[in-house]
């Protein structure tokens, strides 16, 4: 076996399906929110960033850096340990207390990140119930498919978005069979959004409990940031709210909120929970500020609302493909991994605007796509001259403007697949 040849040969097949990825030497700069220091090739350049999910500029808020600063000046950069071990830090025990509050939950529990969260929480419920049943969306992420898949359970995955078949699934199961409903709020990549009074209704009827992902939500909808279950009325319908401290809130971390009960049991028994590092008291410090500050402020969730439509309005009246998001997501089509590929590498270099192409695995081939995130910061002037950028670019390159027609469907299996070289090695 010649290890290093086997890694080469599996990295040329990266290569070879057209989908390597390169990531871009940054540098944010803080006060200049979306500006950012590129360096590439011993050359830097300032530039804009269109692919952040730091979705409200909170990773930059004077809030949130003095509480990381100050929890830093007084407790020191890590945790120090497992909880089991060392203990529970103060900032964390009212972190989850305020993401409790957020959702109107008896109970919140902090991950080391919202994959950590997803995979530790469905993978421990999901084995934890007897004879579990899990009914997963076809585009559920990849961290919900990996808690699924570690659960040992039996999955059934409904098309995306689908109640008639997923109501089909819970007839077939019965209403005594121990059934979890996996699904998320806000798909991210075509920026869609679940039916999710309807899926509660079912789950009622059917009597299966509950998970939803709100990553892509909390911070940015609700009155109070909790995400779009608290926007509709429905967070108290929903047994496990789940979301991520590293995007609207602009940290680092996930967390499950719930009631008591089911917090302790996966608290007790998920190993992604017990044998890894508590987040610093910093973090937990800057999160619960950010945290704060959304609940309070409306003006942030208001801009970039404002500027998300106002790019799709932009980007559709010069014609782009805009696919049909009902969110703050600004997916344009592309539809093949190299021309979009070539659209980024010449929006960077030639404009000193970063967007990343999103391409297979992450969406079906043939919607790839360029994935813009505006935020409150990105003014009428950076929105028109991105479309200028864009027309450039989609001329220099020949990319077809028009129609992207409907959202993507994707195949049930979108993780990552383990690669084995052709020739074997
Ligand atoms: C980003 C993401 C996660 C993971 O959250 P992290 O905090 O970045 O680990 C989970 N679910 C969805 C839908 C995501 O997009």
């Known amino acids: 076996m010649n290890y290093q040849r086997f890694f080469e040969e599996a990295v040329d097949q990266v290569h070879a399906e057209r989908r390597y990825r390169v990531f871009a ?16 090739n011993g050359q830097t350049k300032e530039i804009t960033v269109w692919c952040s999910n730091d979705y409200l500029g909170m990773g930059q808020h004077p809030d949130v850096i003095a509480a990381m600063q100050n929890a830093v000046g007084r407790m020191g950069s890590g945790a120090g340990g497992t909880r089991n071990i060392s203990g529970n830090n103060h900032p964390l025990v009212e972190l989850e207390n305020e993401l409790a509050d957020l959702h109107g939950k008896e109970a919140g529990l902090v991950f080391t990140s919202g994959f ?4 530790a929480s469905i993978s421990t ?17 990849a961290s919900m498919i990996e808690g699924v898949r570690r659960s040992g359970a039996e999955k059934k995955i409904f098309r995306h978005n689908d109640v008639a078949h997923l109501e089909s699934l819970l007839q077939a199961a019965g209403r ?41 939500a909390v911070g940015m909808y609700g009155a109070r940031g909790g995400g779009i279950s608290e926007r509709d009325g429905l967070a108290h319908r929903i047994d496990i709210i789940e979301g991520t401290l590293a995007k609207a809130f602009g940290t680092l971390g996930g967390y499950i909120t719930g009631t008591r009960t089911i917090i302790d049991a ?3 028994y998920a190993p992604g929970f017990i044998f890894t590092t508590a987040l610093p008291p910093a973090i937990a410090a800057a999160t619960t500020a ?6 309070a402020s409306q003006v942030e969730r208001d801009a970039q609302h404002r500027q998300a439509q106002r790019a799709k309005d932009v980007l559709s009246a010069a014609g782009f493909p805009v696919m049909p998001s009902v969110t703050h997501i600004v997916p344009i089509l592309v539809g093949d991994p190299e021309l979009c590929k070539m659209a980024t590498d010449r929006l960077l270099g030639k404009h000193g605007i970063y967007i990343q192409p999103i391409n297979y695995p ?47 469907l994707a195949k049930s299996d979108r993780i990552i697949p383990l690669l084995v070289p052709k020739s074997g090695g």
């Not at 940054?26 to 500006?35: A, T």
Request: proline share 6%; hydrophobic share 40%; net charge negative.
């Open 25 to 40: 030497d940054l540098e944010r700069i803080v006060g200049s929110f979306p500006r950012a220091i590129w360096r590439n």
């Open 116 to 119: 950590v969260s997803n995979e």
């Open 125 to 141: 419920i999901g084995r934890l119930l007897p004879n579990c049943l899990i009914l997963s969306d076809e585009l559920n992420h």
């Open 176 to 216: 005594e069979r121990a059934k979890l409903i996996v699904f998320e709020s806000v798909y991210s990549m075509d920026g869609d959004i679940a039916p999710i009074k309807e899926i509660v209704e079912l789950a009622e009827r059917y009597n299966a409990m509950t998970y939803i992902d709100e990553v892509h």
């Open 266 to 268: 996966v608290r007790s």
């Open 290 to 295: 950010s945290i704060r500050h959304l609940k």
């Open 362 to 408: 992450t969406v079906p081939r043939g919607t790839e796509r360029l994935r813009i995130t505006p935020t409150p910061f990105h003014s009428d002037a950076l929105i028109e001259e991105l479309k200028d950028a864009l027309i450039e670019t989609w001329d220099a390159l020949g990319i077809p403007y028009g129609e992207a027609g409907q959202p993507s």
